[in-house]
């Protein structure tokens, strides 16, 4: 089987932070490498998501303190949009507490 690794940096402006890490990421660029395997058993090429790593480094210069964590693209990509104000953090359907009108409404 065929792999291949393409990698991006991200640019954080304000501090962020990704489900299943504890600490608040300090905004920075963050290179993203992203594994995809070929498969072989159709006759045109399609690839299928292995891992995501990010690079998380540490306020040192020295390289050795870099750190590589497995993340889940769609929790970096939700990240990445909230940093740069694409979507809002806020919750879209709000329920009404007025009375027995227990129906969503949507928030825009």
């Given at each position: 089987?065929?792999?291949?690794?393409?990698?991006?940096?991200?640019?954080?402006?304000?501090?962020?932070?990704?489900?299943?890490?504890?600490?608040?990421?300090?905004?920075g660029?963050?290179?993203?490498?992203?594994?995809?395997?070929?498969?072989?058993?159709?006759?045109?090429?399609?690839?299928?998501?292995?891992?995501?790593?990010?690079?998380?480094?540490?306020?040192?210069?020295?390289?050795?303190?870099?750190?590589?964590?497995?993340?889940?693209?769609?929790?970096?990509?939700?990240?990445?949009?909230?940093?740069?104000?694409?979507?809002?953090a806020?919750?879209?359907?709000?329920?009404?507490?007025?009375?027995s009108?227990?129906?969503?409404?949507?928030?825009?």
């Amino acid at each position: 089987m065929t792999n291949r690794t393409t990698s991006k940096i991200l640019n954080f402006v304000r501090p962020f932070s990704l489900r299943g890490l504890a600490e608040v990421l300090p905004a920075g660029s963050y290179k993203v490498m992203t594994e995809e395997m070929q498969d072989e058993k159709v006759t045109y090429p399609t690839w299928q998501w292995v891992s995501t790593q990010m690079h998380l480094n540490t306020n040192s210069d020295r390289s050795d303190d870099a750190r590589l964590m497995t993340v889940d693209p769609r929790d970096l990509e939700v990240a990445y949009l909230r940093d740069q104000k694409m979507i809002d953090a806020r919750p879209k359907v709000a329920f009404s507490a007025r009375g027995s009108n227990t129906r969503a409404k949507r928030v825009f």
